[in-house]
């Protein structure tokens, strides 16, 4: 009777907080729906028990409380447990989670017997993600592996919602990965690393939220082609610049031309420019020390010799 009594209460209290959330939100459907989104709003739902901690508990932690009275001041040893600064311990009392969240930094108190504890680190972590062969949008074959830096933003979330938040978070990263690079062809997976990176840690970041994970920074490391494709697309561009060569070659002979027809213009203006270009010629000749020096003849001066 007290455990229905009990369930009862918990049924009122879901779909009261539902209502807070949602006016609209009526009928005792919605109260199973409502029921995960209360166990991950906050730490009170995770650590209510309708039906109490039962009597074989409540002896158990007399008991305990009784051995470390009669024990006492070698029980210090096993009760005064200590954490780093980027460290936090979440305690469980008989299965339980213990009341008041996660404890440290520094010194905290357990009971043996009854409590145990697990240290959750919040630095920082890096790890590389193994190599994908990727099949690209436009039926490319590549290789690539990437980094993931992660931290745990809330130490009670990643003990009690996943099992290993650790692997979790690796394996969820290289399926990501995966899906991710899916959907690009390959010139953009080439050109488009940091778009990608960030796509990957939004997507990261939001299916890791529920484990109290907390996804920093994705990298794309290397991407690796197959020989035959970098040898097509070395020879491609090879190609490419070639023809750009050649095109902006024939951009300087079609300069040259018009500023040499320009100059013939001018000359022939003035007779006396064209002596003037002809000394000017010779004195750059004779400065280069050359034992050779060619006198050009004019052309209308040999076609009178020869007419003669």
């Not at 460290?87 to 469980?92: D, G, N």
């Not at 097509?232 to 095109?247: D, F, G, L, Q, T």
Request: charged share 25%; glycine share 4%.
């Amino acid at each position: 009777m007290e455990t229905k009594s009990a369930k009862r209460s918990e049924e009122i209290s879901l779909t009261s907080m539902s209502k807070h959330e949602n006016p609209g939100f009526s009928g005792d459907a919605d109260v199973e729906a409502a029921r995960p989104r209360a166990y991950k709003i906050g730490y009170d739902v995770l650590e209510a028990n309708p039906e109490g901690p039962g009597c074989c508990a409540i002896v158990l932690t007399i008991i305990s409380y009784l051995l470390i009275i009669a024990t006492f001041p070698f029980s210090l040893c096993m009760c005064i447990k200590v954490v780093q600064e980027y460290e936090r311990a979440v305690i469980f009392r008989l299965g339980r989670l213990l009341k008041g969240g996660a404890k440290g930094p520094g010194i905290f108190f357990v009971v043996p017997c009854i409590d145990s504890y697990r240290k959750v680190d919040l630095r920082t972590v890096s790890f590389d993600v193994p190599p994908q062969e990727i099949l690209s949008r436009d039926s490319v074959t590549v290789s690539v592996d990437a980094v993931v830096y992660y931290r745990v933003s809330d130490p009670i979330m990643a003990e009690t919602n996943v099992e290993d938040y650790s692997h979790s978070t690796r394996l969820l990263a290289a399926t990501t990965l995966r899906n991710v690079l899916g959907t690009k062809n390959l010139a953009e997976i080439l050109s488009e690393r940091e778009s990608i990176s960030h796509n990957m840690q939004s997507s990261l970041d939001e299916a890791t939220d529920p484990w109290g994970v907390k996804v920093e920074r994705v990298e794309i490391k290397d991407v690796r082609l197959p020989v035959q494709l970098q040898r097509a697309m070395a020879a491609e561009a090879e190609a490419a610049r070639e023809a750009r060569a050649k095109v902006i070659a024939a951009e300087g002979e079609q300069r040259a031309s018009r500023a040499l027809k320009e100059a013939a213009e001018v000359i022939n203006e003035s007779p006396a420019a064209l002596q003037l270009r002809y000394l000017q010629t010779l004195s750059q000749i004779s400065a280069e020390k050359n034992s050779t020096i060619i006198f050009p003849l004019p052309i209308d001066l040999i076609n009178n010799l020869v007419s003669k």
